[in-house]
């Protein structure tokens, strides 16, 4: 008789790797796989796993790739169930890229990994959507690379959906197709002016989630209406001020060399009289810096920002809009920072087919994987795993909800 020692949420691979399901692993082996049988000397499971390893370990490029795998053979030989210790060659590395990989198939799979069930106590809020150049699948100096919109769980800091922007469109034409990707339910996308499109706005309400997007010049009516609102106001003889509803917070942030402070002031008086699907409110958003050196001040600037949102006074007041519109920064500094200077993809080269976009998705993987771990600065998770490989391997193989 045969007894079997794995859980209820466990699965055997056909190499004798156990792996939880919904882990990153169970979706690896989701991926179908166009190869040929005959002379494949590595399944795409496999390959894929030392992909991500070395990636977590701090390899980047296809040869750091290889030759990290080269050195480590013996225990990732051991932890992947292999018969041999033979490890792929770069260019192996670099063709799952270019040509085994499918965009559409490996996106998807991404998707669904970063929107597996979250960890009690957590709640999807405020989505970021902003875009990135490729500049890493640029053939030529001149040529401006594949571009990516993107949009990000700002609380759990991974991506929910991409969407390549095509050479003859823009990201206001992309973003309806990324959206659709999504359960924009209970949710807030923020975005930047580009992003501040009726048509766009109208797709979010539809799908039950609310907008908050700054307005600048390309909105020039909507603009000066909401410009005009937040002039102060100088008492008329006998009239005295006009009344309002203004409500306004300020915060004050200090640090990096210098002080930030910022004011927001919100209103519901041109809900009737702007012409914009599903408005609520509209804001003024004030922000002054002082940079200080050795405890002089040496610069201040200020920037005024205006904007709309079809978030009604109940569900968010000044305080909780200020907040979400400062959430839309990690987008920057969480995501294509990182992928630029931690992951060094801009310096990566992937001209062919769709490599750079797979990289980006792989990078977008991998920064979830560290945040799960519980690592909010990349690079230290880095470093850190390339010192225990048999955790990052645990963590290719253990569910969202299991860890």
Known sequence: MEYSTLAAWQELSETGVIYERESLYDHFEQVPDPRADRGKRYSLVTLLVLIFLAKLCRQDTPV???DWCANQAAELQNLLKLERSWMPHHNTIRRVFQ?????????????????????????????AMDGKCLRGTRRTPEEPGDYLLSVYDSQRQCVLAQAAVDSKENEISAAPRVLKKLDLRQKVVVGDALHTQRRISEQIVAAGGDYLWPVKENQPQTYTAIQLLFVEQKPSPGFGKVATD?????KVNKGHGRIEKRRLTCSALLNDYLDWPGLAQVYRLERKFTWLR???VVKTSQEVEYGITSLP?????????LAMRRQYWRIETGLHYRRDVTFREDATRMTIGAAGKILAMIHNLVLWLLKRAGFDNAARGRRWFAGHLKDAFTLLTTAPVRL
């Open 64 to 66: 750091e790739i290889a």
């Open 99 to 127: 040509d085994i990989l499918a965009e559409d198939e490996f996106e998807r799979l991404a998707s669904e990994y970063s929107r597996s069930p979250q960890e009690p106590g957590t709640e999807i809020e405020v989505l």
């Open 246 to 250: 203004f409500q306004q917070v300020e």
């Open 294 to 296: 050795q405890g002089q």
């Open 313 to 321: 006074r109940r569900k968010a007041n000044a305080a909780r809009l």
